[in-house]
């Protein structure tokens, strides 16, 4: 598409004293927090903290030096090589989302295979997410060290804040013998900024496009002499605005944490986070005037749909958590994993129905939403290990035992789908009166309780062979309480997952793998009528091959897999709040995925994904005309490549310069295909620079600028409706260290 909308970008001049004195003025904004709002901007998190060197070990938790990590805990709970686990996986260390100055978690995932971002970066939550062509949904696919953050009982709409965040790890395909319930395209888990013994104070300030300003602190070191206890304090606040007329983007975030460790083999961490956001909820318009002609001409992308006090949403959401570890010996080693989530929010919206009367393109029936939410959650995982040989081979066994509880309400008032319950509108002029009064339709409490107990052997054979396999079973109970309608609806499932793999590592680097993963998804949403949907079942078959070039830091993969998802649900468009089950979908696909780390100052990471992703059978309560259909918003193709150089010697020493490329493929925007969603190529920019090169009195102060979508083309994505995706954005940030 053609760029007709013009993009504010504040690039303010700035003095060097004005530099200096904005930090210390920060200082003081930090300290304050409490009265203070700000952003998320994974870009703040755009300067790593150099907490090991090139020379220490990594560990599958811990930071990364640059942007290739070589150990992660996610597939298999155990600290492995990523060339040893026959699965996909992905990392995006702390370096990557501070190069890329990422805004959110969708956004610092922008540049992985296999997974198609949300192209609303300016909306407060991580939505529109797919993974092999499936949907990433807050419930039972975002994970936090390991554990579940919500399940869909909690209707959590909380993002986690990039600027908190060591890694974000992306695994590609089910992951229910490890994890329970998730989506059948994968989930990710990011994990957090633990404490250090090594002295951290790092203190940012950030101003950018649509009045965006932020301040954000990471502080932590040894409590005492011998390092016994350490501590970590990260903060944020912002207070900005969107592309969109009339709405905020605000967020507090505050996580405190203390870690004990008397001796090599005792650890625990204790962490609190404290999180607040309010922004836009969500923005949805038809195709056409975003992706398809319209007689009125196109949408402006910054039409809000609703007025603020009608389209924004809230949230509040608090955490406690603990992590243990010990080691008895060589071989027995005992890890507990805790946490307790409180979520409060509201959401109002005003959504798009459709254009009435049906042969007209400007009036729009748009439903109303009210709704506020209260949801508890509680997650524990107990592992037990034990490591040693029997003969030629060596064993790393992982007996565990993992439950969530979750209740949570949500109520308020949901207009009927029908002339008389909407709301009209011109969405050109987005004028309309004043809302009637409305009463509580809509009360639903649900309860989801789910126990698993796991096993897990990974063995290697001999030097070059290692065979993994797991076994689990799951215990599933839920109950939906409709206070409306007085009734109580419950559901108890049983279930076993399998996963099975092979890793060969041969001379050169080169390490083939196969394996095969199975995932079982309890759901707790009604069909209309009341009737609880069955549980989503998936497998997958997945090989591909791991290259680690000798010599080098770097790690190349390509994956090929074959996913099958059954009980597919779908929200019921003919039913608000209500949801559908189409049969089955089928996921085939290639990706590719390059990273390097080299010593004269490069960094790059790049990728491709082919993704072919179709309905292959209907349930026979639903339309079969979807039966061959693609996914809806599911691109084909899509590609990546982001490179950042750092000078390290001449008159340019001390400064980077990145560069991005990203490509998302055309798709169909509807289950029935009726429409296409066009291909979009979007280029981001970004430099930085140590100013303590320019003068000796700006030590330890780095000046850096980022643009994102730098041609500012205007795209969208679409499922059914259409989100425009993020415009040009500007962000000019200072970060000091001592």
Known sequence: MTNRYNNKLPCPPLRPQLLVQ?????????????????????????????????????????????????????????????????????????????TQQARTVAEALGYTSGVQVSTGAFAIVDTASLLRGFALNNGGSFYRDGMLTSSNASYSRYAPEPY???????????????????????????????????????????????????????????LDAAGVWSYRLTGLARDAGTQVDGTVDRRLFLAPAITWRPDERTEWTG??????????????????????????????????????????????????????????????????????????????NLRFAAFFPATQSAVAALQRWRLGTDSNTFTADHQLQ????????????LMGLDLHHTAGTVRGYVSPNTAAGYVFSN????????LPAVAENYNLRTQDDQMGLYLQDQIRIGERWILSAGLRH???????????????TDRSDRANTRNLGLVHEMAGGFSPYLSYTESFTPTTGLSYGGAMLKPERAKQYETGVKYVPPGTNALFTLAVFDLRRQN????????????????????????????????DGLNLTSSYSYTDAKVTSNTSSSTTSTVGKALPGAARHNAGVLVDYGFQRGAMAGAHVSAGVRYIGRSYGNALNTFETPAVTLLDFGARMDLGRINSEWRNIELALKLNNVTDRIYAYCSELCEYGARRTGLLQLTTRW
Request: charged share 20%; net charge neutral.
């Open 271 to 348: 962490r609190f986070e404290y999180q607040r956001s309010e922004g836009l909820s969500n923005n949805l318009f038809p195709a056409s005037g975003t992706v398809s002609p319209n007689p009125n001409g196109q949408i402006p992308t910054s039409t809000a749909l609703g007025r603020t006090g009608d389209n924004n949403e809230r949230y509040e959401n608090w955490s406690l958590s603990s992590l243990f570890s010990h080691q008895f010996n060589e071989v027995w080693s005992f890890r507990q994993n805790l946490r307790y989530t409180d979520y409060t929010g509201t959401r109002n």
């Open 164 to 222: 908190g965040l060591e890694r974000i790890e992306l695994l590609h395909g089910p992951a229910s013998v490890m994890f329970g319930q998730n989506s059948p395209g994968g989930l990710i888990n990011v994990v957090s900024k633990k404490p250090t013994t090594t002295a951290l104070h790092e203190l940012q300030v950030q101003v950018g496009s649509f009045d965006r300003k932020q301040v954000a602190g990471d502080f932590g070191g040894a």
């Open 568 to 599: 597919v649900a779908t929200a019921d468009l003919a039913h608000a709040g209500y949801s559908i089950q189409t049969g089955e979908a089928r996921s085939r696909g290639v990706e590719l995925e390059g990273k390097m780390s080299l010593a």
């Open 474 to 488: 799951d215990r599933s109970d839920q109950k939906v309480s409709n206070a409306i309608a007085r009734t109580v």
């Open 22 to 98: 904005s930090l210390r003025l920060a200082l003081l904004g930090l300290s304050a927090t409490s009265s203070a709002w700000a952003q998320n901007d994974p870009a703040s998190t755009a300067l790593p903290q150099v907490t090991v060197t090139a020379t220490e070990e990594e560990k599958a938790t811990g930071p990364v030096h640059g942007f290739v990590a070589r150990r992660s805990a996610t597939a298999t709970k155990t600290d492995t090589a990523i060339t040893e686990t026959p699965q996909s996986i992905s990392v995006v260390t702390a370096d990557q989302i501070a």
């Open 386 to 397: 034990a490591d040693f040989g029997t003969g030629p081979l060596r064993h790393k066994v």
């Open 427 to 434: 969405i050109y002029t987005t004028s309309y009166g004043n």
